[in-house]
């Protein structure tokens, strides 16, 4: 045998198992959808004119949902805190910039971008005031992140409201592709002086947030002064004009609205990180600084609220982690007692959402789902009584543990703490 028809051979023989997995799989799809006829189909007809704006369909029904903490929720958006992220109704891995979760202190500053100005100074032989012009005339990267609040998953700290949907107990996470210049390139124009181990961002909202961020390498060689969100200049509610990028750190790090970088070798010890985002520990102690967001993973369909059918199902989901790839996900459907291997719909990128995906033909006896991601560092998504046993239940953030939801016989989706 030649080795050109090997390789044919071999290449015929990739192609008959894989066609013969979809044919599993699309019989499995097929044997659950309904026999219909094109007979009721409408005639195709003229549309409406092309515009300025793309609207969506007016068949699509998809929102955030404002809220005022853990457990109240559907509030009046004067009393809401934040927005949150329809997971369940999502496709892929990122998310529309209209439907990125939102979370403000003070409300959306409506600032003009011809006057709006970044201070850059402190321990830096050159003070610079750069104008939203400036920094888009410099080099500019694109980098596709997650953002997460670190109060994504609170109304799971004690306990589980059942009529909870994937929206309420996650919405607090989105992936955006985040443009502008590379801190490092800023930290070159001003020469920072190397002692300079801290920076202090603040934004330019009637509240003042302001962090103290420690200067890792990782941190500065991956964060951005960003200027544009998903093509377009960022969203108002999302840090317009500008506002600071840290792949993989929590939310209220990568400050909205920006205004000011300071550099000095100690924390500033601001009330955003002493009276605020501290974590309450089971001793009664607070840890400071608890920068990273955790591995984390969250099956979104089937989710809290739905009903399924017996028969086939298609698990679907998102994982992602700040330390950076996803390398891995399980999904279990029999509570836990047993893990199968998901697919990781690609590209699979750092510090980025990743979509997941499995088969599942399910019995029709109640039972329960749940996933856990992995890291490419190895980081594995705790399960919630190991998590429980590390943190306590008096904090409130960064809540990473395994979600699981219930099924019952009648294909009642719920939430439920484990």
Known sequence: MSERSGREVGWNRRKFLATATTGI?????????????????PAREPGTDLGALSARSKYVRIGRIPEAGPGHRNVD????????????????????????????????????????????HGMVRKQ??????????????????????????????????????????????????????????ILGLVAR?????????????????????????????????????NGEPIRPAHGFPI?????????????????????????????????????????????QFQLRMETNSVITQ?????????????????AWSGHGKIAKVEISTDGAK????????????PKAQTRFQMDWTWDGKPTKIVSRSIDEQGNVQPDRDSFIAAMGTNALFHYNAQQTWSIDQAGRVQNVLS
Request: proline share 6%.
């Open 25 to 41: 799989v699309g019989s499995a799809v097929a044997g659950g959808a309904s026999a219909e006829t094109l007979a009721d189909v």
């Open 338 to 349: 047993s893990w199968k291997e998901a697919q990781l719909n690609l590209p699979v990128l």
């Open 302 to 318: 089937p989710s809290g609220t739905m009903q399924i059918r017996p028969g086939y199902n298609r698990i679907s989901g998102l």
């Open 243 to 287: 506002r600071l990028i840290l792949p993989g750190m929590e939310g209220n790090l990568n400050i909205k609205w920006l205004r000011r970088l300071k550099f000095g070798d100690q924390p500033w010890m601001t009330r955003w990180e002493t009276a605020r985002y501290t974590q309450l520990l089971a001793s009664g102690k607070a840890r």
């Open 77 to 120: 958006p004067a009393d809401a805190i934040n927005s949150k992220a329809p997971l369940q109704k999502l496709v892929g891995g990122i998310t529309p910039s209209d439907l990125h979760y939102e979370r403000s202190h003070s409300g959306v500053p409506d600032l003009d971008p011809s006057k709006h100005r970044l201070l850059v």
């Open 193 to 229: 002086d190397p002692a300079s181990t801290w920076m202090l961002a603040e934004g330019g909202d009637a509240a003042g947030v302001a962090r103290s961020i420690p200067l890792t390498e990782e941190i500065v060689d991956e964060a951005i002064v960003a200027y544009g969100q």
């Open 128 to 185: 610079l005031v750069l104008s939203v012009e400036d920094l888009k005339a410099m080099p500019a990267v694109s980098r596709i992140a997650f953002l997460e609040c670190t109060g994504n998953g609170w109304e799971n700290w004690k306990k589980a409201d059942g009529n909870l949907t994937v929206q309420n107990t996650h919405g607090l996470v989105s992936t955006n592709e985040w443009t502008g210049v590379p801190l490092k390139f």
